[in-house]
């Protein structure tokens, strides 16, 4: 049986500088999908989308990121999961600025059906010099959807740092969610990425970027073949799409385009890598693929190694 999952990344522009009124905005969308595309099960939202701006500040207000952020939960998560319970679908409301104490942090969460937040991801790799405002995280995230898969989590920059996704992949993630937001020239380098980061990882990779003063749109949909399912132009659109995480499996199995065994042999390859150390993160994750070898029959199950 296939795992059918149904997504939909929102491209769309904020209400500058306004995080209640684009709250508001966020929530308008969520239930006219919900309400003409009922097999959507997850939403998706851009980098920074909930304080309503972006890495940027104001000269007339240096500080008002830090004035505008707040704590996790705090009132506009309370917002956001009211609307996740309101909608049923699960809601990964792109990024917003979290405070904890003194520190300020890029921090994505993911909110059930049920309105409770389940993961929270806090950027590794701000953007630096631009956002040296903000405190790296330091730890990768990935969360089940039960009966579905794992989901990886990572925000902009860290894409492109290979690390980051292939962490993410080691940890058994089959679907990696990057909301950005970036309206400079190397969008179209960053495209090139979602798919090399999709290939290299044999996961699918959905890259949602904003849109307006602050965003360049062209958000995307990558397969785990490294195939482009969906790329959006610069306007105001959502890109609904139905995946399958069972795609993720094969290819991992059978290898991208049924050629190339990546992972298994990357399992296999009895070479040490730094980033794993000596005891890797989640060994079992590649694991549960079958051996290394010649596939006659894909009708047969492979045996696990």
Same mark, same amino acid.
């Given at each position: 049986?296939?795992?059918?999952? =149904?997504?939909?990344?929102?491209?769309?522009?904020?209400?500058?500088?306004? *995080?209640?009124?684009? $709250?508001?905005?966020?929530?308008?969308?969520?239930?006219?999908?919900?309400?003409?595309?009922?097999?959507?099960?997850?939403?998706? !939202?851009?980098?920074?989308?909930?304080?309503?701006?972006?890495?940027?500040?104001?000269?007339?207000n240096k500080d008002w990121w830090k004035k505008n952020a707040e704590s996790?939960?705090?009132?506009?998560?309370?917002?956001?999961?009211?609307?996740?319970?309101?909608?049923?679908?699960?809601? $990964?409301?792109?990024?917003?600025?979290?405070?904890?104490?003194?520190?300020?942090?890029?921090?994505?969460?993911?909110?059930?059906?049920?309105?409770?937040?389940? *993961?929270?991801?806090?950027?590794? !790799?701000?953007?630096?010099?631009?956002?040296?405002?903000?405190?790296?995280?330091?730890? %990768?995230?990935?969360?089940?959807?039960?009966?579905?898969?794992?989901?990886?989590?990572?925000?902009?920059?860290?894409?492109? %740092?290979?690390?980051?996704?292939?962490?993410?992949?080691?940890?058994?993630?089959?679907?990696?969610?990057?909301?950005?937001?970036?309206?400079?020239?190397?969008?179209?380098?960053?495209? $090139?990425?979602?798919?090399?980061?999709?290939?290299?990882?044999?996961?699918? !990779? $959905?890259?949602?970027?904003?849109? =307006?003063t602050w965003g360049g749109g062209r958000s995307t949909i990558i397969d785990?073949?490294?195939?482009?399912?969906?790329?959006?132009?610069?306007?105001?659109?959502?890109?609904?799409?139905?995946?399958?995480?069972?795609?993720?499996?094969?290819?991992?199995?059978?290898?991208?385009?049924?050629?190339?065994?990546?992972?298994?042999?990357?399992?296999?390859? =009895?070479?040490? !890598?730094?980033?794993? =150390?000596?005891?890797?993160?989640?060994?079992?994750? %590649?694991?549960?693929?079958?051996?290394?070898s010649f596939h006659r029959d894909i009708n047969r199950t492979p045996q *696990?190694?």
């Open positions: 049986m296939s795992r059918n999952f =149904g997504i939909a990344g929102i491209q769309m522009s904020v209400i500058p500088w306004e *995080a209640t009124a684009t $709250v508001d905005k966020m929530a308008d969308v969520a239930l006219n999908i919900r309400k003409n595309f009922p097999w959507v099960q997850l939403l998706m !939202f851009h980098e920074l989308v909930v304080p309503g701006l972006v890495q940027f500040v104001t000269p007339e996790i939960p705090g009132p506009l998560t309370d917002r956001l999961c009211a609307l996740a319970r309101k909608t049923g679908q699960w809601i $990964v409301p792109g990024s917003m600025f979290e405070l904890d104490g003194d520190l300020l942090y890029n921090t994505a969460i993911v909110i059930s059906p049920q309105g409770e937040i389940v *993961a929270k991801y806090r950027k590794m !790799f701000p953007w630096l010099p631009y956002e040296a405002g903000t405190t790296p995280g330091n730890q %990768f995230c990935v969360f089940d959807i039960p009966e579905v898969g794992r989901f990886g989590l990572c925000i902009c920059y860290d894409m492109w %740092f290979p690390e980051t996704s292939r962490t993410l992949a080691w940890m058994g993630a089959e679907v990696i969610l990057q909301p950005t937001l970036t309206p400079t020239s190397d969008r179209e380098l960053e495209l $090139v990425m979602c798919r090399a980061n999709a290939l290299f990882n044999q996961a699918y !990779f $959905v890259s949602v970027n904003g849109i =307006g785990p073949d490294g195939r482009i399912l969906q790329e959006a132009g610069t306007n105001q659109t959502f890109m609904t799409e139905m995946i399958d995480l069972d795609h993720t499996s094969r290819t991992r199995e059978y290898g991208t385009l049924g050629l190339a065994q990546t992972l298994k042999q990357l399992r296999d390859s =009895g070479h040490k !890598f730094p980033i794993y =150390g000596d005891n890797p993160i989640q060994p079992g994750a %590649f694991d549960k693929l079958g051996e290394l *696990a190694k």
